[in-house]
């Protein structure tokens, strides 16, 4: 289910796309244009209200046959999806930090009434202290509200994953919706060479949405979301629970389909970089992903069996993919632009450290927290993760978890 | 791989001017990008943006502490920030003056971090051509001629991608004038 | 033998949408003073023998009257039971008439009628009853006291006798819900080419939306969140207008979702026009969890969360008129209804089935006796008695033309409404009278908007 990333190798895949410059919000927008949405609703919000505005003008341009639903709030946002959803739309928001909160209880449902819905997060901490930057707290808090959590580590990954996150959520084994998570700022404002996949490639990879499992249609009328007791419920739980763990096999297939056509792929669940005789380790997620590879570049220059292994989905959380990536490490350092409230320590690293439980001879494992409201993680930071991770894997003291940047204080 | 930091006031176009360089590379077949520094948007306050540029993949997705360029679209921002903090390699510094080159005192009145110097009066060229004083354009040309990096023509066919159409042609009249009038001299032969 | 089967050709193709008049019989305003007998006596066999009136006034205590007589039914029991077919339905008037000349006077027709509306003529050993004098009954223009009125309702005959109830049997509701007898009538007029959004409510809690595996409704309908209706069925409804599929897109909803929790997805749903029919159900509260206050519950009354004591006496602040708020939206369509006049009801739904627009907004009165504290038998009266008060006004607003639909000229006072009604029972007389006061500026208001 792991495969190496083959970017922008195969000139030979059928899906060459025209290259331009874009931000990671229109990528997302793309995206969603590609995918042929048709019931779109979204609500401004920092740092993906250019997204809105995008997909707004694709709308208003006749480029996207969609109704956008200028909703008053993030709530009615997912609400309006949830309509359309079930009357057999293809359907597409974004948000981002307080609208996430705001969007919490629709949220939830989402994929407990099985919509394959995509939704994009540019990514945004939680306040307070006020702020609008950078972090993975918005995404990271509903990461058991039992979506699919894909997070990407550029622009061109944006808008490829929108168009994949479909397929994966419409398959009839998943059925389940899929949040597309983009770093806030760092994707969102961020220019950057994007190629545009060409829409008659995307329409054979992605055909009509068909909703075969449930409809509202006054022909075939149906109740959606009956009071559920007991039993009964539990199954519900249950299927569901089953449907997140058959995604990770969809996940995987529907990127090297992806990769067949256009050129590009992503890894599936995981992609590992520079990984074959690595002795030490750096686990990443989101945009940090691309630093940590020149990080590990340079540590290699020096003559480090460095490797990397970047997390694309949270959830359904792929442990035996995980584990068997870092079989062969002595030490693991994981880098998380989130918290673990409770734990001190990020969500990733207690999630991988839970993924070993059980492992024979599992790596050791440090924590590093960067990347909190926009703050930068620089080459530097990486330089000294990857320093702490050595010594772990040398048997020297270090600490547990470390916060990057605030070290010197 | 090449790094470049822009230096603008809220409302100069700075960042977008940092968009259409990153798309005139990509023209050149090569990869880039871009991303502002994060922070509250106003008008007349102090922003930055940075690019970087490569023939391979560009994977960094931090800021850019260590520029090979920096580009100063507004005059008043020598004295307020930092601008040349950093640079490395080539070392160059694009300027918008009032002043010829001539009448600043040269080295002296640079930092030992700058090697090279273009100055153009971005203001005037914007003025004349586009009628405000917007000068993320004609700085773009300024910074094509002083570095020889990208080529002009590469600058002006990306304005079309960012750019209100109605503006275009008096923004590619700026450029192109800037790209004529800027003055280009080395402080230091390395 | 069937009923299809007992009605003839032309009588068959009466059960489609047509007016029809009957006799309203108002046993509150009925004295007993007969003048109605003496006047269908009169005209019908040309005698004041009252044994040959074909309306009778019944006495059921001291100084209580009912007029009696045919209701013209749109499904008549007399017409099924009849063994010779002597009993027809007019296809245009509607009105059930006997033929003579087929009459064996069985009196079979007078044993089936749940209304006392046949009567047996020993003088000529046939029956005999109500016409409706050729379209303008003597009995009503000789009545003093209104008991009696030339009413059109057939619609309702129809709409109720001839609809599926598109909600099935069984809704476990309170004894007396009135917000059950609603969507029932609700969803018969509305017909099966709905989407219908039910969100946590008392009709949602009665099992309308389903239990399990089993469902309430017969119409696509699903369970929304108490503060989304219209944006969920927003979506619904885009969609489907972009692929052509055409549907009327129904939010039925209490009080609490609609005046609090939810307000903030209506008023946005308005102010885009989305074209959905968006009904409220008021109980004044919520009912469902056990009456707690919201927006909709009146100055006064109690609930558990506005407690009566030594401190507090009941809901200290007004309720929120949400039809008017709503008409402030300037959407095309905006009215007032209770089940107390059903017909009232039924012209309004069909008004907005018509509406194309935008938004349509019905604010259904809806007296519950689990939360409010009367009688399960009352819910009608208490409905009426509120419109005879004036205390909750039937009035419309279309595509801004504000219009009340039912002038009350002699408004009761509106403490008589407020005594049927267990959570005002403690209001004093300073108390009531301020209600009233506040009862008339309103009412004011609403009139000013009418002259507008």
Same mark, same amino acid.
């Given at each position: 289910m792991v495969t190496e990333q083959v970017k922008h190798t195969s000139n030979a895949a059928r899906g060459v796309g025209k290259v331009t410059v874009m931000d990671g919000n229109k990528a997302a927008a793309y995206g969603a244009l590609l995918s042929r949405v048709q019931v779109l609703a979204a609500y401004p919000i920092t740092p993906q209200t250019p997204l809105v505005e995008y997909l707004s003008q694709f709308v208003a341009d006749g480029a996207l046959k969609a109704d956008f639903v200028e909703v008053e709030s993030e709530h009615s946002s997912l609400s309006v999806l949830h309509g359309a959803s079930l009357a057999g739309a293809r359907t597409f928001t974004a948000t981002s930090g307080q609208g996430l909160a705001l969007m919490y209880e629709p949220y $939830?449902?989402?994929?407990?009434?099985?919509?394959?819905?995509?939704?994009?997060? %540019?990514?945004?901490?939680?306040?307070?202290?006020?702020?609008?930057?950078?972090?993975?707290?918005? %995404?990271? $808090?509903?990461?058991?509200?039992?979506?699919?959590?894909?997070?990407?580590?550029? $622009?061109?990954?944006?808008?490829?994953?929108?168009?994949?996150?479909?397929?994966?959520?419409?398959?009839?084994?998943?059925?389940?919706?899929?949040?597309?998570?983009?770093?806030?700022?760092?994707?969102?404002?961020?220019?950057?060479?994007?190629?545009?996949?060409?829409?008659?490639?995307v329409d054979e990879f992605l055909p009509p949405y068909r909703p075969t499992h449930q409809i509202l249609d006054p022909d075939n009328p149906m109740s959606i979301d009956p009071l559920t007791p007991n039993e009964l419920f539990m199954e519900y739980r249950y299927k569901h629970l089953q449907a997140l763990q058959r995604a990770k096999q969809v996940i995987a297939d529907v990127d090297q389909e992806f990769a067949s056509l256009f050129g590009r792929g992503y890894g599936g669940l995981i992609e590992k970089y520079r990984m074959d005789d690595a002795e030490i380790a750096i686990v990443g997620i989101g945009s940090p992903v691309g630093t940590a590879r020149v990080a590990v570049d340079r540590a290699r220059d020096e003559g480090k069996k460095i490797g990397l292994v970047k997390v694309r989905a949270l959830r359904p959380f792929p442990r035996e993919e995980l584990v068997e990536a870092l079989r062969n490490v002595r030490s693991v350092g994981v880098m998380d632009k989130n918290v673990c409230f409770g734990w001190g320590t990020g969500v990733l690293f207690m999630e991988l450290r839970s993924a070993m439980l059980g492992v024979p001879k599992p790596p050791a494992t440090v924590g590093f927290i960067d990347g909190l409201g926009g703050s930068d993680i620089t080459m530097e930071h990486y330089a000294r993760a990857i320093a702490i991770v050595d010594d772990s894997a040398n048997g020297l003291a270090h600490q547990e978890i470390t916060w990057l940047g605030l070290e010197e204080e | 791989m090449k790094e470049i930091r822009l230096h603008g006031r809220g409302g100069q176009g700075a960042v977008i001017a940092s968009q259409i360089l990153v798309n005139a590379f990509v023209i050149e077949g090569k990869?880039?990008?871009?991303?502002?520094?994060?922070?509250?948007?106003?008008?007349? @306050?102090?922003?930055? @943006?940075?690019?970087?540029?490569?023939?391979?993949?560009?994977?960094?997705?931090?800021?850019?502490?260590?520029?090979?360029?920096?580009?100063?679209?507004?005059?008043?921002?020598?004295? @307020?920030?930092?601008?040349?903090?950093?640079?490395?390699?080539?070392?160059?510094?694009v300027l918008n003056d009032r002043?010829?080159?001539?009448?600043?005192?040269?080295?002296?009145?640079?930092?030992?971090?700058?090697?090279?110097?273009?100055?153009?009066?971005?203001?005037?060229?914007?003025?004349?051509?586009?009628?405000?004083?917007?000068?993320?354009?004609?700085?773009?040309?300024?910074?094509?001629?002083?570095?020889?990096?990208?080529?002009?023509?590469?600058?002006?066919?990306?304005?079309?991608?960012?750019?209100?159409?109605?503006?275009?042609?008096?923004?590619?009249?700026?450029?192109?004038?800037?790209?004529?009038?800027?003055?280009?001299?080395?402080?230091?032969?390395? | 033998m069937s009923v299809a089967s007992a009605l003839e050709p032309e009588v068959r193709a009466q059960t489609t949408r047509k007016a029809q008049r009957i006799l309203g019989l108002y046993d509150k305003r009925c004295t007993g003073c007969r003048s109605c007998e003496l006047a269908c006596a009169a005209a019908k066999s040309g005698t004041y023998d009252l044994s040959q009136s074909r309306i009778r006034v019944v006495s059921s205590s001291v100084n209580s009257f009912s007029p009696v007589t045919c209701l013209q039914c749109a499904r008549p029991r007399c017409l099924e039971v009849c063994p010779t077919g002597a009993i027809v339905k007019n296809a245009d008037t509607g009105i059930v008439s006997v033929r003579e000349e087929k009459c064996v006077g069985c009196a079979m027709c007078a044993l089936a009628c749940p209304y006392g509306g046949m009567h047996y003529s020993s003088? !000529?050993?046939? /029956?005999?009853?109500?016409?409706?004098?050729?379209? !303008?009954?003597?009995?009503?223009? =000789?009545?003093?006291?209104?008991?009696?009125?030339?009413? &059109? /309702?057939?619609?309702?005959?129809?709409?109720?006798?001839?609809?599926?109830?598109?909600?099935?049997?069984?809704?476990?509701?309170?004894?007396?819900? &009135?917000?059950?007898?609603?969507?029932?009538?609700?969803?018969?007029?509305?017909?099966?080419?709905?989407?219908?959004?039910?969100?946590?409510?008392?009709?949602?809690?009665?099992?309308?939306?389903?239990?399990?595996?089993?469902?309430?409704?017969?119409?696509?309908?699903?369970?929304?969140?108490?503060? #989304?209706?219209?944006?969920?069925?927003?979506?619904?409804?885009?969609?489907?207008?972009?692929?052509?599929?055409?549907?009327?897109? /129904?939010?039925?909803?209490?009080?609490?979702?609609?005046?609090?929790?939810?307000?903030?997805?209506?008023?946005?749903?308005?102010?885009?026009?989305?074209?959905?029919?968006?009904?409220?159900?008021? #109980?004044?509260?919520?009912?469902?969890?056990?009456?707690?206050?919201?927006?909709?519950?009146?100055?006064?009354?109690?609930?558990?969360?506005?407690?009566?004591?030594?401190?507090?006496?009941?809901?200290?602040?007004?309720?929120?008129?949400?039809?008017?708020?709503? =008409?402030?939206?300037?959407?095309?369509?905006?009215?007032?209804?209770?089940?107390?006049?059903?017909? !009232?009801?039924?012209?309004?739904?069909?008004?907005?089935?018509?509406?194309?627009?935008?938004?349509?907004?019905?604010?259904?009165?809806?007296?519950?006796?689990?939360?409010?504290?009367?009688?399960?038998?009352?819910?009608?009266?208490?409905?009426?008695?509120?419109?005879?008060?004036?205390?909750?006004?039937?009035?419309?607003?279309?595509?801004?033309?504000?219009?009340? &639909?039912?002038?009350?000229?002699?408004?009761?006072?509106?403490?008589?409404?407020?005594?049927? /009604?267990?959570?005002?029972?403690?209001? &004093?007389?300073a108390e009531i009278d301020e209600i009233q006061r506040d009862l008339d500026r309103r009412y004011k208001r609403l009139v000013a908007l009418t002259e507008m």
């Open positions: $939830n449902r989402t994929p407990t009434i099985r919509l394959p819905i995509v939704m994009g997060i %540019a990514t945004r901490d939680g306040i307070s202290p006020q702020c609008v930057w950078g972090g993975h707290q918005d %995404a990271i $808090n509903v990461r058991d509200a039992g979506w699919i959590q894909l997070f990407v580590e550029d $622009n061109q990954e944006i808008l490829d994953t929108v168009i994949m996150a479909y397929k994966i959520a419409e398959h009839p084994d998943v059925l389940l919706p899929v949040n597309v998570c983009y770093d806030g700022f760092y994707l969102s404002h961020m220019a950057d060479r994007v190629e545009i996949p060409p829409q008659e490639i | 990869y880039g990008n871009s991303m502002p520094f994060f922070g509250f948007e106003r008008r007349g @306050a102090p922003l930055s @943006a940075f690019v970087r540029f490569d023939d391979r993949p560009i994977r960094e997705k931090t800021q850019v502490y260590s520029p090979d360029c920096v580009i100063v679209v507004d005059p008043t921002l020598r004295s @307020a920030v930092k601008v040349f903090d950093g640079l490395k390699g080539e070392r160059i510094a002043k010829a080159i001539d009448q600043i005192d040269l080295p002296e009145s640079m930092p030992e971090s700058v090697n090279k110097v273009g100055i153009v009066d971005a203001t005037k060229i914007a003025i004349e051509c586009i009628g405000v004083p917007i000068t993320n354009t004609s700085m773009l040309g300024a910074f094509a001629a002083t570095t020889g990096w990208v080529k002009l023509d590469s600058i002006v066919r990306s304005f079309e991608l960012f750019l209100n159409p109605k503006l275009l042609e008096g923004n590619v009249k700026a450029a192109r004038a800037a790209y004529e009038a800027v003055q280009v001299r080395e402080l230091v032969t390395l | 003088r !000529d050993a046939k /029956v005999t009853k109500c016409d409706f004098c050729d379209g !303008d009954p003597e009995c009503v223009k =000789a009545c003093a006291t209104g008991a009696l009125e030339d009413v &059109n /309702v057939v619609p309702l005959v129809d709409t109720l006798y001839d609809r599926e109830d598109l909600v099935s049997p069984g809704l476990s509701a309170c004894l007396g819900c &009135n917000a059950e007898l609603l969507v029932r009538f609700t969803l018969k007029t509305l017909g099966r080419n709905v989407v219908f959004a039910s969100g946590p409510s008392c009709i949602a809690g009665t099992g309308f939306v389903g239990y399990g595996p089993t469902t309430g409704a017969k119409v696509p309908t699903y369970h929304s969140l108490l503060d #989304n209706y219209a944006s969920m069925i927003t979506g619904t409804k885009r969609y489907y207008d972009q692929i052509g599929k055409e549907f009327h897109a /129904v939010c039925f909803a209490g009080d609490g979702g609609t005046a609090d929790v939810g307000f903030q997805s209506l008023s946005a749903a308005a102010e885009r026009g989305e074209n959905i029919i968006y009904i409220c159900y008021d #109980n004044e509260g919520y009912m469902n969890t056990g009456i707690q206050r919201s927006g909709t519950t009146p100055r006064g009354a109690w609930t558990t969360t506005t407690p009566v004591g030594a401190q507090r006496r009941g809901k200290p602040q007004h309720k929120k008129d949400v039809a008017l708020i709503m =008409a402030m939206h300037d959407i095309p369509y905006v009215a007032t209804a209770n089940a107390a006049y059903l017909d !009232d009801y039924y012209a309004k739904l069909k008004r907005a089935m018509e509406i194309k627009d935008g938004l349509s907004y019905i604010h259904l009165f809806s007296p519950c006796p689990t939360g409010w504290r009367f009688p399960t038998d009352k819910t009608i009266e208490v409905s009426r008695m509120a419109v005879e008060t004036n205390f909750f006004p039937l009035w419309e607003a279309d595509h801004g033309k504000f219009k009340i &639909n039912r002038e009350v000229p002699f408004p009761k006072p509106v403490e008589q409404y407020l005594r049927l /009604v267990g959570k005002y029972s403690h209001l &004093n007389r």
